[in-house]
């Protein structure tokens, strides 16, 4: 799919350090429907990103974990154990959107701490409403 593909790239691109997080081939049989990537070695937020399995829907979150030990931890067993493990990360930001085309995505939710009036944003807009760092 050339828009989840899209996505994973521009989360790499606007986040360097960052690292998308493999399963185990013993779910090489599942669809996969959610990503989550290590924004930077070291830190307590990882980003998911959840394609909603219809259309070109969206959402891309930014979840705190308690510290950075506790989310090495938890990255480190998602290999073997999936994600049920990350439930315990607190939203710090959640936007959800329709893919339109490259640079065009538009706005079907949000809630977080930066201010989003448009309905139609570039992926660079949907990166920086998601970094905890902003």
């Given at each position: 799919?050339?828009?989840?593909?899209?996505?994973?790239?521009?989360?790499?691109t606007y986040f360097p350090e960052s690292k998308e997080l493999q399963l185990s081939s013993a779910f090489d049989g599942q669809r996969r429907f959610n990503f989550y990537f290590e924004?930077?070695?070291?830190?307590?937020?990882?980003?998911?990103?959840?394609?909603?399995?219809?259309?070109?829907?969206?959402?891309?979150?930014?979840?705190?974990?308690?510290?950075?030990?506790?989310?090495?931890?938890?990255?480190?067993?998602?290999?073997?154990?999936?994600?049920?493990m990350f439930n315990i990360g607190q939203p710090v930001a959640a936007l959800s959107f329709v893919y339109q085309g490259k640079d065009n995505l538009r706005v079907r939710n949000y809630q977080g701490r930066t201010h989003i009036d448009a309905h139609e944003i570039s992926a660079r807009n949907l990166m920086y409403a998601v970094n905890p760092f902003e």
């Open positions: 799919m050339h828009s989840l593909d899209y996505l994973r790239d521009e989360i790499r924004i930077a070695p070291e830190q307590r937020h990882l980003l998911y990103l959840n394609w909603d399995g219809d259309i070109e829907g969206f959402t891309l979150k930014c979840l705190e974990f308690p510290d950075a030990d506790l989310l090495k931890e938890l990255t480190g067993a998602y290999t073997e154990k999936g994600s049920k």
